[in-house]
């Protein structure tokens, strides 16, 4: 069984069409990508687990707080699957918050490799809205998806 997602994509109003909000990963791996890197702030869940309460949860764990919008609003978006297998479910619901105050959960790795010196790094280092266009070109491609879902949905809400 392939490991399993759940996130939330908020979206809000803008002049020149939808924004949505995305989120870069931390740590070493991901400090110079960008292009291809960000996500919907979404975590894995177990089986079991109801994904909505996992996406919910999530949100808040990557941006630091709860998500701006009761859990009845939440529209699905259906599921994708990522290269390596991981199959990410997403729901939306109009929303704002200010990204430049995320605070996201932390990690732990050895690093550099083989160093013997550990290091914490936060999970997201950064939250930003982008409109649909810029997104596409930001999300992790099989993600991007997402977007096209939302865009129908906001078409024949």
């Known amino acids: ?7 939330l994509l908020l979206y809000r109003a803008a002049p020149d069409g ?9 740590g070493p791996f991901f400090a110079r990508k960008d292009d291809g890197a960000w996500s919907v702030p ?3 869940f ?12 999530e949100f808040e764990e990557e941006i630091g ?14 599921s994708v ?3 390596a297998g991981k199959v990410v479910s997403v729901w939306c619901a109009p929303g704002d918050l200010d990204a430049s105050e995320i605070l996201s959960m932390t990690f732990t790795i050895e690093w550099p490799p083989r160093s013997g010196r550990m290091q914490t790094f936060p999970e997201i280092d950064r939250a930003e809205w ?19 879902r939302l865009e129908a949905l906001l078409a024949h809400p």
């Not at 177990?46 to 994904?51: A, L, M, T």
């Not at 982008?130 to 096209?148: T, V, Y």
């Open 1 to 7: 069984m392939p490991k399993q997602s759940a996130g």
């Open 18 to 26: 939808p924004e949505v909000l995305l989120v870069h990963p931390g």
């Open 42 to 44: 979404k975590g894995e």
């Open 46 to 57: 177990e089986p079991g687990e109801d994904p909505v309460e996992a996406a919910v949860r």
């Open 65 to 78: 707080v709860p998500p701006p919008v009761a859990r009845e609003s939440l529209r699905e978006l259906g």
């Open 81 to 83: 699957r990522q290269k």
């Open 130 to 148: 982008f409109s649909l266009a810029d997104a596409r070109r930001k999300l992790n491609q099989a993600q991007a998806e997402l977007l096209d």
